[in-house]
């Protein structure tokens, strides 16, 4: 089955949730409430992050106030920049590299992520045409069956109607071979009938020339 998919509105009413119990929004927590993958919900919540921060920077600050902030920033970034610059010039750049590196090794991992979650997306997909082969096979399977079914039944009442009219054809030679015997009994008693016919012609011819004759 496909991953559900992470919208910005189901990141940021996480994200919301999250900051509202005091718990700052990170990508582990959210994509556990949400699903989806890694870089949407990465993706997302940066833009909730992005749109908390500009309406934070929208709220009204008095000119004066913000005057002197400015003044307190300036003095405090300017101390802690030589403060830096005069202790931790080599650990910032060992810092520096750390960091370019681990992002480096985040975007090769979020690359892989990708290319994991497209393989699995590409196998779900093909799982799925799978199924469905599969149950397409099962109703023609089915289907087949069914038709079976129907032929072995058709032929079966075929050989049992094969078997009566070879039981009537039997009985009918029966029959015939009694008509013929019938007809040869027949044709012997009229020759028989013929041959006394002709005695008694024969009979009435003699006394019919004795009475003359006398």
């Not at 919900?41 to 992050?49: I, M, P, S």
């Not at 910032?92 to 090794?105: P, Q």
């Amino acid at each position: 089955m496909a991953k559900p998919v992470a919208t910005l509105e189901s990141v940021s009413a996480a994200a919301d949730a999250l900051a509202a119990s005091g718990v700052e929004p990170s990508l582990t927590l959210v994509q556990e409430r949400t699903g989806g993958s890694y870089t949407t919900v990465k993706r997302h919540l940066e833009a909730w992050k992005a749109k908390r921060d500009d309406e934070a920077a929208a709220v009204d600050v008095p000119a004066d106030v913000l005057a002197r902030g400015s003044v307190l920033a300036r003095e405090l970034y300017g101390h802690a920049l030589r403060m830096a610059e005069a202790t931790v010039a080599q650990p910032l750049d060992r810092a520096v590299t750390a960091l370019k590196k681990a992002e480096g090794l985040v975007a090769t991992a979020e690359a892989e992520v990708a290319r994991l979650e497209d393989a699995e997306q590409s196998q779900a997909g093909h799982i799925d045409r799978l199924e469905m082969q599969v149950r397409e096979l099962e109703l023609n399977a089915a289907a087949q069956q069914a038709t079976l079914r129907e032929k072995t039944e058709a032929l079966a009442r075929t050989e049992s109607r094969l078997a009566e009219l070879q039981a009537k054809h039997e009985e009918s030679l029966e029959e015939l071979a009694g008509l013929r015997a019938s007809t040869k009994t027949t044709e012997a008693l009229h020759g028989q009938l013929e041959a006394i016919q002709r005695g008694v012609q024969g009979l009435a011819g003699s006394s019919g020339r004795r009475t003359a004759g006398g």
